[in-house]
């Protein structure tokens, strides 16, 4: 559709951008819904970064996405913070308020939450979750976690300090385990997320025993590249359920979406396939 001189005005920064799959997926949503606006990339330089916050709600902007490498530093350019990027410690929805100042969220344990509670209907979230890795997803998905009532969660990753530095911002539910140990820590648990890079196309397997985890666990891999990783092949053949990563991504969109277009956007087979289509290399 076309877009008029009052279009509403979005988009995502990052550096580099050209990879990012968010200008698809707020694009699909806006032809979808017959909205008069428009989500754009925006290459910023981290030296960029400040000018850019400072003039684009100037030029009527409503608000934009964070990407790497931005995430941390937008905490600190933004007036006002919400409770999940405070604990996450990142930013990558902002919004521009009517006085004209900004909000900061983080929107990726939500986006998490809602793929898994989409695809994965009554997952036990009554048992020890096990996260592989400590980085920024890994940070995300602890408090979305912890935020879903999870008694326990077990943090194993190749440097074991990230993940105690992780376990101790994140209080007595979660725990840091060795990464040698991360088959052992399936016994009893509820759900088994990986937010590392092993899996992922061009990346190293992940080796990891399943045997351990009960018939009604749920295995989550945040790799979306391949969409089906073996990971998730080696919990489907062992009959357990299991979600894909593509699906955080596309909720972790939302609410960006219905705050600066003013229409909650839905996660689709539909939008689901347009992107999926985009994945092939
Ligand atoms: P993100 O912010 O996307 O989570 P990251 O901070 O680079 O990315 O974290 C990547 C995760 O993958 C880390 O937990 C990393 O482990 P280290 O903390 O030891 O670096 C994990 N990872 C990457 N390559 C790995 C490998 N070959 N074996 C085990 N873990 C690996």
Redesign the pocket.
Known sequence: MTISGSARLAGVMGWPIAHSRSPRIHGYWLQDYGIDGAYVPLAIEPGNLAECFAMLPKVGFRGWNITLPHKEAALKLVHAITPAAERIGAVNTVTVQPDGTLSGDNSDAFGFTAHLDQTAPGWPSDRPAVV???????RAICFALLDAGVPEVRIA???LP?AQALAEANGPATRAIP?EARSEALQDAGLLVN????GMNG??PLSIDLSGLPADAVVNDIVYVPLETPLLAAAAARGLRTVDGLGMLLHQARPGFSRWFGHEPDVTDALYAAIVKDLVP
């Open positions: 592989l890795g400590a980085g920024g997803a890994a990753n190749r440097t990230r990464w937010t590392t890079s092993l990346q190293p």
